[in-house]
């Protein structure tokens, strides 16, 4: 609720793409005017499948944005709050996802840390409190992400609906870079302890979902403006910024363009951080599964900011959640009684444990939580 208010009082206050988005760069948020505009297009004319710019199809990015600003503008009216609102709204939840996530790793206090890591970044601030697409992208992320924390699995209805719900989201909110999830789902199935991992099975019907949920839009257009679409969608945003040589805001090295960008809006994040990154790699030789797990969630979106050759701040964005829950859940805890995560088929007992001390505590999670007592000598799942 706390990042819910800070972002609508950023929202009603600030005006339309006027915020600095790289503030070393001085690069504004200037495509919030077209993503607004086109939003009250939608709401004013009823045309809600083709998006448009000035009497022109635009079609450079699929619509959800687009409707969710339309919708609400079309309901509270043409302002800048009705605007930006959906997206602040999803963002403050993905703030949710992240102290549930450090909470269950370490304690309340960490997942509240990690919450307040977030919360005060400045990417999330700003682009959390605009009517722009990536604030909506790392909600669908971090959500996606979640579900797999819940049921590494994918066994249950809500953890697998969840997760292909918010990557077929997230494709219809920035194409390609909505993708990423499953690229992540599919590092997690190769390098995850083999008991805490989704069969492949499971790994390819959730991706097939995403893809069939997403899907009817793209289609659509390419049977109604296949020619625009191709040359705009394909041909310009995704060929021309990512596979091409686009014009630059910076000419600093692509690497360093990224850290130096993270290390200076961000101080405080980085440096937690990088303190916690020992610990974590001892967890990742121990390949407890929610260091694997945070791992993937990191290491796709940053080589994909690495092999796209557009360089912008706002592609670190999709990392901060998971910075923020690897700077506070670094350390060691001690728990009694503890939750310790197994099979759905199978249910773990502790030697020296009665039968009346188990207990499942999440019947609709499907994987069998079982509460023991037990000293935790790791914050990550094992």
């Known amino acids: 609720m706390l990042a819910l208010a800070c972002l609508l009082l950023r929202s009603a206050r600030v005006g339309l793409a006027g915020d600095y988005v790289d503030p070393i760069g001085g690069i504004t948020a200037q495509d919030e005017a077209l993503y607004a505009h086109g939003a009250i297009h939608m709401a004013r004319s009823g045309n809600w499948l083709t998006p448009m710019f000035m009497g022109r199809l635009a079609l450079y990015k699929p619509p959800l944005l687009l409707w969710l600003a339309g919708l609400s503008a079309r309901l509270l009216g043409v302002t800048r709050l009705g605007l930006r609102l959906p997206v602040a709204l999803l963002a403050s939840l993905a703030v949710g996802l992240v102290f549930l996530w450090a909470a269950e790793l370490r304690s309340w206090q960490a997942g509240a840390s990690a919450a307040l890591l977030v919360a005060s970044n400045h990417l999330w601030h700003v682009l959390g409190g605009m009517c722009m697409t990536d604030g909506l992208l790392v909600a669908f992320y971090t959500a996606a992400m979640y579900c797999l924390y819940a049921d590494p699995w994918l066994e249950t209805h809500p953890a697998f609906w969840g997760f292909a719900a918010a990557v077929a989201a997230a ?21 995850g302890p083999p008991k805490q991992r989704p069969a492949f099975t ?10 069939a949920l997403a899907a009817p839009w793209f289609a659509y257009q390419l049977a109604a403006n296949g020619r625009w679409f191709w040359a705009e969608h394909i041909g ?11 014009p630059q805001t910076s000419q600093e090295n692509h690497a360093l363009f990224y850290f130096m960008r993270m290390a200076a809006v961000d101080p405080v994040l980085t440096a937690f951080a990088l303190v916690a990154v020992p610990g974590f790699l001892g967890e990742l030789r121990k390949r407890s599964a929610g260091a694997v797990l945070l791992l993937c969630w990191i290491a796709v979106p940053l080589t994909a900011v ?13 990392m901060v959640p998971a910075a923020a829950i690897l700077a506070a859940s670094s350390g060691r805890t001690t728990c009694e009684p503890s939750l310790k995560r197994s099979p759905p088929s199978v249910t773990t007992r502790s030697p ?12 609709w999670a499907g994987p069998v939580f079982t509460r023991v007592t037990l000293t935790v000598e790791s914050d990550w799942m094992t």
């Open 171 to 191: 494709i219809l909110t920035k194409s390609v870079a909505g993708l990423l999830p499953l690229g992540m789902l599919g590092l997690y199935w190769l390098a």
């Open 202 to 211: 499971r790994v390819c019907a959730a991706a097939s979902l995403a893809l």
């Open 236 to 246: 310009v945003e995704i060929l021309g910024f990512g596979a091409g040589a686009p």
């Open 306 to 318: 690495l092999v796209w050759q557009y360089r912008n701040i706002s592609y670190l964005l999709p």
């Open 352 to 363: 020296t444990a009665s039968p009346e001390a188990i207990e499942a505590v999440s019947p």
